[in-house]
């Protein structure tokens, strides 16, 4: 069911045209209002000084992981859950043992670190390998999918990426092409992330 025209986000909300959506969402990031970039009122002085007094350590222990089964994130730094900044985006992903992850595009570019695992993704068709310790590049307006390749640990991704700017730039557009799986996978049923890095 698509939301066109109702600012009553939902299932749909972000589709347009004549697209339709026949697949229920497993993010509820997906499934509501979020914010991009936050408004800056106040004063100069008072802007300045809130943001002076913002913390400049955030621990990845103080937020839980959404989605599943297959893929997991939380979001770390970004407008929406810190005042500290607005321009860039930090996040921990991890894709369970043989799990990957949806199959999407977005204007932005974005740097992944790999924390923890193996894994390979498919960048416009193309693989690309890589492992614990390795930077990969998602270049801008790529459509890409992340697979583990272990088949027993955990793969655990540190993204990096100026999201927020490009979308206040009007530079928005991005599209899942293919949501990730709803089904576990086979011999992980009950997998969880760790929260180790």
């Not at 530079?171 to 049923?189: C, T």
Request: with cysteine; aromatic share 8%; hydrophobic share 35%.
């Amino acid at each position: 069911m698509s939301n066109k025209g109702s600012d009553t986000p939902g299932p749909g909300h972000n589709l347009h045209g004549d697209e339709t959506k026949d697949e229920d969402v497993t993010w509820e990031r997906w499934q509501k209002k979020r914010t991009f970039v936050r408004a800056l009122e106040g004063t100069y002085g008072e802007l300045v000084k809130e943001l002076l007094n913002q913390p400049r350590v955030y621990s990845s222990k103080d937020w839980k992981w959404k989605g599943g089964p297959q893929n997991f994130g939380k979001k770390i730094i970004n407008p929406q859950v810190v005042k500290v900044a607005q321009s860039v985006e930090a996040h921990i992903d991890v894709v369970a043992p043989n799990g990957h992850g949806q199959k999407h595009g977005h204007m932005n570019s974005a740097v992944f670190y790999i924390l923890k695992g193996r894994g390979h993704d498919i960048h416009d068709g193309r693989r690309i390998d890589y492992e614990a310790g390795d930077a990969l590049v998602v270049e801008n307006a790529c459509v890409h999918q992340h697979f583990n390749s272990d088949p027993e640990e955990e793969l655990k991704v540190l993204v990096l990426k100026a999201k927020p700017l490009f979308l206040f730039m009007h530079m928005m557009f991005q599209k899942v092409v293919e949501y990730p799986p709803k089904d576990p996978v086979p011999g992980h049923e009950h997998f969880v992330p760790s929260e180790e890095v």
